[in-house]
Structure formats: C-alpha cells, structure tokens
C-alpha cells in the first residue's frame, strides 16, 4: 500500500523559513518522481514542485521559483520542500504526490504576521 506522509507545516512570518518533509513507503522510491502541490483556502490545487527519481532535474512553478527548493532523499525515502522567503499568498495545504493518484494528508502552511 503506497503512503505518503507529509510534515513540517506551521505558522510562519513573513519572510521566514518552512522545510517541508514526506516520507514515503509502499513503492520502489527510487524509480519514481516526486511532486508537491498545495491548495489554498478557497481555490483549487496548485502545482509547487516536481524532482525526477534519481533528482537529476527539478522545476518550480512560476510562483514558488528562486525560493523553494525540492530535494529528494532514496536512502531515507523522503522528499523535502525548502520554502524560504515565504509571502502570505504560500499559504496552503501542502501535498506530496506521486505516480498522479497517490496524495499524502497535507500539511497546512500559514504565513501571517
């Protein structure tokens, strides 16, 4: 059974630093990509972030580029979002994602002074 965990959310100022966590387990994680998405309050998903299975490539929505950072762990089975410089409009629950149908539980993201 694939199952994702996500972790690391709270409330952050403005300005500050958030690492995001998901483990993973029920699937052979190096062969496959990883990707974070998040919903804000009201509107509908988002796409973040996405690294290939052996992190050799990332990519960044527009939004999120020059302050998130994505990497991915084989030997613990974890992928991280490094979110630095964080602005009211990232708040959001967080989702990792792989394979497209497999989601995590999320975790939420608040930034407010």
């Known amino acids: 059974e694939v199952q994702l965990m996500e972790s690391g959310g709270g409330l952050v100022q403005p300005g500050g630093s958030l690492r995001l966590s998901c483990a993973a387990s029920g699937f052979t994680f190096d062969n496959y990509g990883m990707t974070w998405v998040r919903q804000a309050p009201g509107k509908g998903l988002e796409w973040v972030s996405a690294i290939t299975e052996n992190s050799g490539n990332s990519f960044y929505a527009e939004s999120v580029k020059g302050r998130f950072t994505i990497s991915k762990d084989n030997v613990r089975r974890k992928v991280f979002l490094q979110m630095d410089n964080l602005k009211p409009e990232d708040t959001a629950v967080y989702y990792c994602?792989?394979?497209?149908?497999?989601w995590g539980q999320g975790t939420q993201v608040t930034v407010s002074s």
């Open positions: 994602n792989v394979a497209v149908q497999y």
